[in-house]
C-alpha cells in the first residue's frame, strides 16, 4: 500500500531560481509570508484550548473516585481487573482522538489492571489479532502474557479499547504491518508464552497453581 499524494497541493510558490516550490502540503515553511506564520500560530493555540475542553467535557468526572493499587489488589482476588469498576464517559470518544489517545485520556497514569499510576504505561494488545487492549503497567504487562488468572481472563474479554468502543491496531500499516505477518507471529508468541507459563507457574499470585491453565483462542 501506498499513501495517496495526489490530492495534497504543493507549495507552488517561486524560489531563488524562479522555479514553483513542489514541497507537498500548501504554502511551506520557507515560503510563507510572516502574517501566515502567525496565523498558524494563533489557529493551532486556539485548537489546543478547543480540544482540551472538549475531552474535559468528556472525561467529566470519570478519572476519579478510582480504587488504589491496595484495593485493586483485592478486587484482583475476586477477578476483577481495576478498570472493570471505573466509570465511563457517557458521550463518544472526541474525533481528534485515536484509540491510544482516548485511552491515555481515559487511564490518566493509572494501570488498567492493578491502578498502580507510578512509571510509564504500555501498550498492551491481543498478539493474534493485533488490536490494541489498554495500557498496562511494565509488572502486568509481563504477568498478562504468562497469567491465566481470573482477572486477566476478565480483562482479555473487555479490555479498556472495548469498555469505551475503540479500535486500533497496533503498529502502523505505513510501517510494513501485515494481516498474515502478524497471524504468524501470534502463534509463535503464543507458543513462546506457554513455555514459559508451564516454566513459571506458580511463582507469584499472579500466576496461581489453582487456576485453569487453559490459554483463551484471542490472546
Known amino acids: ?127 493474534k489479532i493485533g488490536l490494541v487492549r489498554g495500557l498496562l503497567c511494565a509488572s502486568c504487562n509481563t504477568a498478562e502474557g504468562l497469567g491465566s488468572a481470573p482477572a486477566f481472563v476478565a480483562y482479555r474479554e473487555r479490555p479498556p479499547a472495548v469498555m469505551l468502543s475503540v479500535e486500533e491496531q497496533y503498529g502502523s500499516v505505513w510501517d510494513g504491518h501485515d494481516g498474515d505477518a502478524d497471524r504468524q507471529t501470534g502463534e509463535r508468541n503464543a507458543a513462546h508464552v506457554d513455555a514459559a507459563e508451564a516454566l513459571f507457574s506458580g511463582i507469584t499470585s499472579r500466576f496461581r497453581p489453582n487456576c485453569r491453565s487453559d490459554r483463551r483462542v484471542d490472546e
Open 1 to 127: 500500500m501506498t499513501r495517496e499524494l495526489k490530492e495534497i497541493p504543493r507549495c507552488g510558490r517561486p524560489k531563488a531560481n524562479g522555479q514553483p516550490c513542489m514541497r507537498r502540503g500548501g504554502p511551506c515553511s520557507e515560503h510563507r509570508t510572516a502574517e501566515e506564520v502567525r496565523a498558524s500560530l494563533e489557529w493551532a493555540q486556539q485548537e489546543v484550548k478547543r480540544r482540551d475542553t472538549v475531552e474535559r467535557e468528556w472525561l467529566g468526572a470519570t478519572t476519579q473516585g478510582r480504587p488504589t493499587f491496595v484495593q485493586a489488589a483485592l478486587l484482583d482476588q475476586q477477578g476483577i481487573p481495576s478498570c472493570h469498576v471505573w466509570q465511563i464517559p457517557a458521550g463518544e470518544v472526541p474525533r481528534h482522538l485515536s484509540a491510544i489517545e482516548a485511552l491515555r485520556r481515559w487511564q490518566a497514569g493509572a494501570c488498567a489492571m492493578c491502578s498502580a499510576s507510578t512509571g510509564r504505561l504500555l501498550v498492551d494488545h491481543c498478539h
